[in-house]
């Protein structure tokens, strides 16, 4: 049975450190073993814990819900309480909702009531009012609390007990599923919005009238196991939205607007005979950094955060230097299908629960390892090593004070590519002893390079090596 929670209602609202109180993790206890069942998910409690007094030689299974007391909207900060702290191996479940959920209410938030508490929004308050880590005031762009600048709701974050910078956390992704609809209407179904918006990489090139645009496409995921695809069922083109607190949005400028479908034209019947191979994963999954107090959800950094490889999914693993104490884990962004690239902006945006399983890999254990000098998040596959290069892998110590702007002026592929070049280089020369001229021309025949986003601030090229080039070593 959950416990009555008593959190702070300000716990999410600003990156500043809060007092603790007696009350602030009232939290689902019940021990379970390493393999064991996952709690079910209340909405209630603000994260699952186990029992006080660990039995040596066993691990334990956190569950953390996205609620408006569990979630971050739009940021990063090392300042965050953590909702729960955790040991090397223990397993924690966390729920992630998408941003784009109001897109289609009816769908994605209706019923739910965890979204529902994120989602709020009347005249006088907004469930979460903190959305981006601009200003709290509104007074640069008018938008809303936090401006937008940063759009993803993040729920945690996690504290690794012991962890330090210098450190490398790894993240195991043990399982990924949708988040079921709430709306009995649709029950046994899951969905998903896809944005091609004014970031993405085709907007200034469109064809058809009218130029420019913006178009919303409402994805269909079955929950209940019968198929690994999505289906489009409708679209509409993006329309001047008015928000409860009657700021009118004429672009897609500022996260969890909700759509009033009376002032937009639905298309339905599109994409045809068309099924989306679904590839579960998280956009977002990373660490707080170390270089700001509050920064941008949007660029992807040397800790993690905004990466956006479909790859970072089921039976992957992602190891992340740690940047403060704790590590300080957070996860969303979460998507149904994502295609490298990214092009117009978004993915088929989607609720999802994963359940992660945390191992701490301390400093002075790193030496002879390929995790030594670590200093990008890098993801490996039963079958593969992916390494992430960005334009600027450390943008925000880079760029100086307004690195959180610029950031979005002076990235190109070029750069990223050159850097996932430097980093593929190090890595087969520091992990598999080769010589550089050998690196060079392995990359060259056997290293596959793409581009992972062209969208995020900071765009990424990854590269991704095959273990079984070395099955003969």
């Known amino acids: 049975m959950y416990e009555s929670s008593q959190s702070t209602e300000r716990h999410h609202e600003s990156p500043e450190p809060h007092e603790d109180g007696n009350g602030r993790r009232d939290f689902l206890k019940g021990a379970l073993l390493a393999g064991g069942a996952v709690a079910s998910a209340g909405v209630g409690a603000v994260a699952a814990q186990a029992q006080p007094g660990r039995v040596p030689g066993t691990l334990n299974h956190y569950y953390v819900p996205a609620t408006d007391k569990t979630v971050h909207w739009g940021y990063f900060s090392k300042l965050l309480k953590p909702l729960v702290e955790v040991s090397s191996g223990d397993f924690v479940t966390i729920e992630v909702l998408t941003h784009h959920a109001n897109d289609d209410a009816e769908r994605m938030v209706k019923g739910d009531p965890g979204a529902e508490s994120v989602f709020y929004w009347d005249r006088q308050r907004k469930g979460v009012d903190r959305r981006g880590a601009g200003p709290m ?160 959800s949007i660029p992807p950094h040397w800790v993690g955060g905004n990466i956006d490889d479909w790859r970072i999914g089921k039976g992957a693993t992602m190891y992340y230097p740690v940047a403060v104490p704790g590590a300080l884990l957070s996860a ?19 609720s999802l ?26 993801l490996e596959t039963q079958d593969e090593w992916v390494l992430h290069g960005f334009s600027y892998p450390k943008y925000l110590a880079e760029l100086g004070a307004n690195a959180q702007s610029d950031i979005y002026a002076k990235s190109s592929v070029d750069l990223a590519l050159k850097d996932a070049f430097r980093k593929m280089r190090h890595f087969l020369m520091t992990t598999k002893g080769l010589t550089e001229d050998e690196a060079i021309s392995l990359m060259s025949v056997a290293v596959d390079f793409g581009v992972t986003q062209v969208v995020d601030g900071n765009w990424g090229v990854h590269a991704i090596i095959k273990k079984a080039l070395f099955a003969g070593a």
């Open 353 to 378: 629960t994963g359940t992660f399983q945390l191992m701490l890999r301390k400093k002075d254990t790193l030496p002879g390892t390929a995790l030594a000098g670590l200093e990008y998040p890098l």
């Open 137 to 296: 005031q509104p007074t640069l762009f008018g938008r809303g609390a936090g401006e937008g600048l940063g759009v993803h709701i993040c729920t945690g974050p996690v504290a690794v007990k012991g962890a330090m910078p210098g450190d490398i956390l790894e993240v195991r992704i043990v399982d990924v599923t949708p988040r079921p609809c709430a709306n009995s209407q649709y029950k046994g179904k899951s969905f998903g919005s896809n944005a091609a918006a004014w970031w993405g990489f085709h907007y200034k090139e469109l064809l058809t009238d009218p130029k420019p645009r913006e178009v919303i496409t409402i994805y269909e995921v079955d929950t209940a196991g019968e198929r690994n695809w999505a289906k489009a069922l409708y679209n509409f083109q993006w329309t001047p939205q008015t928000d409860p607190y009657g700021v009118v949005h004429k672009t897609i400028d500022y996260p969890g607007v909700p759509v009033d479908h009376r002032t937009v034209k639905e298309n339905h019947g599109i994409l045809k005979n068309v099924r989306i191979p679904i590839r579960p994963h998280f956009g977002v999954l990373g660490l707080a950094p170390s270089e700001a107090d509050i920064v941008d």
């Open 332 to 350: 969303g962004d979460s998507h149904a299908a994502q295609g490298d690239s990214e092009l117009c902006g978004t993915a088929i945006e989607c």
